[in-house]
Structure formats: C-alpha cells, structure tokens
C-alpha cells in the first residue's frame, strides 16, 4: 500500500465493554444530546459517516503515506486553495526544512550534552526507561519554539482557521506552548502510545460548549461540519475532568520537530488522515449498538441507536480518547493507519486537535530518534490564561502545569532562561511576556 506497509498485527490494547467505565452519568450524557438534537439526526449522520470511511480507508489501503502531503516551508507559506483545501480535509501534513537541518542537527548535539552533564536528575516515561523527557526549558527546546520560521507556519496553520467572534483573526497569533520532547534507542518496543485523540474524552460529549463544536454532526448533517471553526472551540475545555493527560489549553494542531532521521518502522508516527469523518465516527459510535451477527458489523444499517448503554468506547473521563478495531469497526484501524514520510533533521509534521495518531512500536532503526513536541496554539482566553501561569513556571524553572512532576530545571547545569527565545518581541511574546 502505497509508499509504506503498516503492521500485519494489533499491537495495542483491544477496549471492550467489561473493561470500561460505566457511569450512569453517561446515560444522562447521550440522552441530553438524542434529545436537543433528534435521534433521526443522529442516525442520518451514523448512516452518512460510515459510508463516507468505506472510500476514505480504501484511499488509505491504497496510498497510504502518500495521502499526507508534504510542503517546502517556503511552498506552505504561500498555499494554493487547493492545497489549503487538501490540508484541511485530510487534516495533517509535513513541512519540509522548517528549520535549517544543520540547526536541528546542533539542537540534537546541544541537547545529548544537556543530558550527560545532567545525568541522574532530568526524569522522564515510562519511569523504567524514559523515552519521553520530562524538561520543557532546555536551549533547543526554547529556540525550536520561537525559531522565526517555527512560527510563521505555526501562524500558516491558524489561519486555517476562523472565528466568528474574531474576523480579524487576532488568534492567528501563535503562542508558544512548553511541551516534552522524545529520544527514543532503536531495539525496543514501545506501547506507551497507542492509537489515540488528544484533547479530552469523555468532554467532547459532557462539556456543553465542546459539545456545541460538532453540533452538525449530532444533527444529521456531518459533511457540513467545520473542525476548523474557533467559535465554540476556543472555549470548549479539554480537562473538563481533570486528570494528569489532559490539557489545559486549546491546540489547533499538534506536531514535533525531527531532530534526527527517522523512516516509517524507526518509532515514527501513525495517522488517521480523514479528520472530518474519523472524528464524526468517534462521537457517534456509543449512540449505537452492534448487531447481534458478527457478519454484519460492517454495515451501517443494521446498528440500532441505543440511549440505555451507559458505554463511551476507549473513554475513561481523565485520560484522552483511545481506539482499537473492534469497538471502533468502520474506522479499519488495522488497515488505515498510515506512517508518515521520512522526516530528516528540521521538518515538522502537524496533525489536527481532532486526529487519530499513534507513536508506532517498533524501532528497527540505527540510532536514537529524537523530537521537540510543539503545537500551532492560538491566541485566545483560555490559552492566554494559560500562558500566563507557564511564564511564571519557566522564570521559575519549573515544569508547567500541564506536565507537573519534572524536575527544577533551573537548577540543572546549562539552563538558559531567556537567552534561549529567539524572533525578537514576537518571540517574547509567545512565550508569555505582555499577555
């Protein structure tokens, strides 16, 4: 299939119904949603959304990577709309050179020094052999945040997007949000990260104004819904039920910078590149029950819409949602679960708030696979309430509120403070100063 195969088996968890959390308050969740909206709505769009997958994961067994595009950053800076349409319905992509590769290359070298002159103190996960950093203010990390054209695509990306309260785009701003950043050895499994949607669970459907972003779809019309409306989601709280995996902010899309090579089989990523309908499909599935002959899972007609099963699939209120093939069938999750390109040292891949993504297993590469987390976070109260908290932290040195439990960077050896933010004043302020 296309440029890249995709793995013959499940590697993950399967999530099924005697595992879940099944809490009363779910029933009342699904009722308020069938009765503000209709259960004929709901049943048009499960109908319309299912049928829409059987040509979107025949593409993705057909090509595969190919399905993500890549961009020259100077390319994405000046998209066509025709681009910028492909862009937004497959709702993910790479940006070649984002940043010089022999500036991630040194980012790459300033970093593993970073590491053995810190050695013992800088903690990560999973706790038996940290893959994934717990630091957030080191040299590179800063600087690949506010590097000049780290931002102009972070400001590309947001003006995807539109907010009916804000027709100025002044959200088009980026901010920049302190995540980790991974070094993965090649040799190991890993299953930490499983196939998976950021941004809440369970508050999709329970928070009111998170519920309003998709409310085209709870009303019967699924291929009118925009995922790239700011309107209601720039409000819509990710930790709505709080827990240590949930965000405090709103980020449009995520993404990592590459700070060395890595091909698809060398701990890549995984993407389901149908952001409109995967995610459609993901809200309606616990509105409706499987029927009772196995043989007829696959087709749409013969699930009946089921209001009395307090069962959200891959749903536990403080983590964020997760996905297997069996409770997600229509989805094809074995098949349509393409590995993005080769990346090289300073390109980006970027994923909607909204998509299915998965850091694959195996690592059957060389050499240690490393990336900066970053986000495209826009202006808005939510993150600027935010941001203002996580300047506090990182004047401080310590980890942000969303990754409590690092250690005091400050005190380790070769901290940067704020010699490390680059772009001028734009940088200063995505970092927090003048909000």
């Known amino acids: 299939m296309g440029s890249y195969g995709l793995p013959s088996e499940w590697e993950w968890p399967e999530y099924r119904r005697e595992d879940a959390e099944l809490d009363l308050e779910n029933i009342t969740i699904k009722r308020s949603i069938a009765a503000r909206y209709g259960e004929d709505g709901l049943r048009r769009s499960w109908i319309t959304v299912c049928k829409e997958l059987e040509e979107s994961s025949r593409q993705m067994r057909d090509e595969g990577s190919n399905l993500i595009k890549e961009f020259s950053w100077e390319e994405f800076l000046a998209l066509t709309d025709t681009d910028k349409e492909q862009i937004k319905r497959k709702g993910c992509f790479v940006v070649r050179d984002t940043v010089p590769k022999d500036t991630a290359n040194a980012w790459f070298d300033d970093i593993k020094t970073y590491l053995r002159e810190n050695e013992g103190v800088i903690t990560g996960w999973p706790k038996e052999q940290p893959y994934i950093l717990q630091l957030y203010w080191s040299r590179p990390q800063l600087e690949c945040r506010t590097h000049p054209r780290t931002m102009a695509v972070q400001r590309a990306i947001l003006n995807l997007f539109h907010d009916d309260e804000d027709p100025q785009k002044t959200f088009a701003a980026p901010l920049a949000y302190a995540d980790a950043m991974r070094i993965r050895p090649p040799g190991k499994?890993?299953?930490?990260?499983?196939?998976?949607?950021?941004?809440?669970?369970l508050c999709r459907w329970a928070?009111?104004?998170?519920?309003?972003?998709?409310?085209?779809?709870?009303?019967?019309?699924?291929?009118?819904?925009?995922?790239?409306?700011?309107?209601?989601r720039k409000r819509a709280n990710p930790s709505y039920y709080p827990g240590a995996a949930q965000s405090h902010v709103v980020r449009a899309f995520q993404g990592w910078t590459a700070l060395s090579p890595a091909s698809p089989h060398e701990g890549s990523l995984q993407l389901f590149p149908d952001l409109k309908y995967g995610?459609?499909?993901?809200?309606?599935?616990?509105?409706?029950?499987?029927?009772?002959?196995?043989?007829?899972?696959?087709?749409?007609?013969?699930?009946?819409?089921?209001?009395?099963?307090?069962?959200?699939?891959?749903?536990?209120?403080?983590?964020?949602?997760?996905?297997?093939?069996?409770?997600?069938?229509?989805?094809?999750?074995?098949?349509?679960?393409?590995?993005?390109?080769?990346?090289?040292?300073?390109?980006?891949?970027?994923?909607?708030?909204?998509?299915?993504?998965?850091?694959?297993?195996?690592?059957?590469?060389?050499?240690?696979?490393?990336?900066?987390?970053?986000?495209?976070?826009?202006?808005?109260?939510?993150?600027i309430n935010y941001m203002k908290g996580q300047l506090k932290d990182f004047l401080n040195g310590v980890s942000p509120e969303d990754f409590r439990g690092g250690c005091y960077e400050k005190g380790l050896k070769g901290f940067p403070g704020e010699s490390a933010i680059l772009n001028g004043e734009a940088g200063r302020k995505a970092v927090g100063f003048g909000l």
């Open 189 to 201: 499994p890993f299953h930490g990260l499983g196939p998976h949607i950021d941004a809440g669970s």
């Open 279 to 383: 995610i459609a499909y993901v809200l309606l599935r616990p509105f409706f029950q499987p029927p009772e002959n196995p043989a007829d899972i696959m087709d749409a007609e013969k699930w009946t819409l089921n209001l009395d099963d307090a069962w959200f699939p891959g749903v536990w209120r403080h983590t964020p949602q997760v996905l297997s093939p069996d409770a997600f069938p229509h989805l094809r999750l074995k098949e349509c679960l393409p590995y993005i390109p080769r990346m090289e040292p300073g390109d980006t891949v970027w994923w909607h708030m909204d998509m299915c993504h998965a850091v694959e297993v195996e690592h059957n590469g060389t050499q240690d696979a490393c990336v900066v987390y970053s986000a495209a976070t826009p202006t808005c109260e939510m993150n």
């Open 207 to 232: 928070d009111p104004e998170y519920c309003m972003v998709y409310d085209k779809i709870w009303a019967g019309k699924p291929e009118e819904f925009d995922p790239y409306d700011l309107t209601h």
